[in-house]
């Protein structure tokens, strides 16, 4: 009992539902086609997975809800990638049967279990009532395959997660807390709050002394606007003759205390100085120097602190007369003593855009000079010589600390010197002194996506492609050896009819008789019409 298939001359417009005719090359392009159409869903699909995560990692800081879409893009790429291969696989079985059905008698379970092994449960009956062990490593191999094929979807959320970002994050417009700039607060370092200008001294070159428990940097290393703020990070940032200090926006909300950001806004403090050599006084146990300029200029000092130290000094009423200011230094030393004289120049905030960026007129005057400020009393030595005054500011450094370390006559040094200090002073004002709230670029939660290995993703989305397309070559190639019927469920009907009314007809006359099998057959090569004759499902007895 054969189903003979229909010569290709007499086709009618229902063979869809018939029994395929097998001719190799018409058959071999149909199945070159359905699977490469299978295997292009694949490849946009994983191009789409690497857009999405080049896209998004590119994009840098984003807001939470851009997250949101994100892990819905990637859940969604995910299922349809799975469902895809899932379905591909699904095919592959489904043409791959024939040709495992064409190999061998099979019993009655095992030729119904292989029709139907397109459906997973069915494969892994089969693995339980098949006789050959060649048949159970092929089924084992190919349920491992459909595995595989998860687990790689799978692996692709390894290879990158959405954390929240650490280093930056995104701003839009609405409410910052900034800090109050207008004047120095004293209530940090005195006890009761005044504003005398002693107090006001005395706080100045303190800030300027706390700058130095912060780290500084270089101009380079300026952080770019957005930037989150940390604790650890730099508070100056200083180059050849001048520092600066960066300014920073805070989020006013208790709940986003932390997000505060680095802003475009920056203040700097700039210092020029000239040196002279001491020729006469350097020791510092003298009340009068010596200096190697042109007049061979007398000054008096205005107080003897002995050598290994440097002495800063301005007049007494500096600090309150704008944000440049004149600062003397004389370096004792019983070897190399230098004597300076130097302008220092607190610079208008820059991008400021509100009165609130601005900096209060005591803050510029007072940072300017503050290293040679004292707070209390003021030398009444000196003389007008020294373009002072009567009267002075003065302040002595060891020369192991950082800010009266002997610059050896270096002019360049000590201007960086007095910039730092000066620009120091602002930086600890801006986070000593009380915040206010004003419209500005408010920093909000930010996350970031965040690659762990590139060169694993390639790995796994060009595996995911290249398999597929390997494999679908593959089944296209062995299933064609057989003819493949086509996947409609009349055609299958007929296809089991003849076999079924013989199975019967047995089951009717001979019920003693052995167990037939099944196996199934192409029948012979038709020269004349050029397909295979007689495919059929033929069972033996």
């Known amino acids: 009992m054969h189903l003979a298939a229909r010569k290709l001359s007499v086709a009618g417009p229902h063979d869809d539902f018939a029994p395929a005719r097998f001719r190799s090359p018409r058959q071999l392009y149909k199945l070159l086609l359905y699977h490469f159409a299978g ?24 807001l939470y809800k851009d997250k949101r879409v994100f892990n819905a893009v990637i859940i969604a790429l995910s299922i349809m990638l799975s469902l895809n291969l899932e379905s591909c696989l699904k095919a592959m079985t489904g043409d791959l049967r024939w040709w495992v059905l064409s190999l061998r008698d099979w019993t009655l379970p095992e030729a119904d279990l292989i029709l139907q092994s397109e459906h997973f449960s069915y494969l892994l009956k089969l693995f339980v009532v098949a006789s050959h062990w060649i048949l159970r490593i092929v ?81 380079e290393q300026r952080p770019e606007p957005g930037t989150l703020w940390s604790p650890e990070g730099n508070l100056l ?52 120097i010596t200096i190697d300029d042109a007049d061979a200029s007398e000054l008096e000092v205005p107080a003897i602190n002995g050598d290994d130290q440097t002495t800063f000094l301005t007049a007494t009423d500096a600090g309150f007369d704008g944000p440049t200011g004149v600062v003397l230094a004389f370096e004792a030393s019983r070897t190399n003593p230098w004597f300076y004289a130097c302008n220092v120049t607190v610079e208008p905030v820059q991008n400021a855009v509100l009165p609130e960026h601005e900096l209060g007129a005591n803050v510029s005057s007072l940072a300017s000079v503050a290293i040679a400020l004292q707070a209390y009393g003021a030398s009444t030595q000196g003389s007008s010589a020294a373009g002072m005054g009567a009267a002075r500011q003065f302040q002595s450094y060891p ?68 398999v597929h397309f390997l494999l679908g070559l593959v089944t296209c190639l062995v299933a064609n050896r057989v003819v493949v019927q086509t996947r409609t469920e009349l055609a299958m009907a007929e296809l089991l009819r003849p076999a079924s009314q013989k199975l019967e007809y047995r089951h009717v006359q001979a019920r003693n008789r052995p167990e037939p099998t099944i196996r199934y057959t192409t029948g012979d090569w038709d020269e004349a ?3 295979q004759t007689n495919c059929a499902l033929e069972v033996v007895d």
Not at 156 to 184: F, K, N, Y
Not at 251 to 259: G, H, T
Not at 442 to 464: K, Q, Y
């Open 39 to 62: 295997w292009l869903i694949t490849a946009a699909i994983v191009g789409s997975f690497y857009g999405v995560l080049v896209h998004y990692s590119d994009k840098g800081v984003m």
């Open 139 to 219: 089924i084992v191999s190919w349920i491992l395959l459909h595995i595989a094929a998860q687990v790689a979807v799978a692996t692709i959320g390894l290879t990158h997660t959405v954390e929240t970002a650490a280093h930056a994050t995104v701003t839009r417009p609405g409410l910052v807390t900034v800090p109050d700039m207008s004047q120095i607060e004293t209530t940090r370092v005195i006890k009761s709050p005044t504003h005398a200008h002693a107090a006001l001294r005395y706080t100045a070159n303190s800030y300027g002394q706390i700058a130095l428990g912060y780290n500084w940097a270089t101009l």
């Open 237 to 288: 940032y200083c180059g050849l003759d001048r520092c600066e200090f960066v300014f920073y926006d805070a989020n006013p909300s208790k709940r986003q205390s932390y997000l505060t950001v680095v802003t475009d806004r920056s203040v700097a403090s700039v210092a020029h100085c000239e040196a002279y050599r001491v020729i006469r006084g350097g020791d510092g146990n003298s009340t009068t």
């Open 399 to 466: 020369a192991a600390s950082t800010y009266g370390d002997p610059k050896g006559g270096n002019a360049s040094a000590m201007a960086l010197n007095m910039a730092s200090f000066s620009t120091g002073v602002i930086a600890v004002t801006a986070l000593a002194n009380n915040d206010i709230d004003i419209p500005g670029q408010r920093p909000l939660g930010g996350v970031e996506l965040r690659i762990s290995d590139w060169t694993a993703l390639h790995t796994i989305l060009g595996l995911i492609a290249g």
């Open 529 to 531: 019409y050029g397909f």
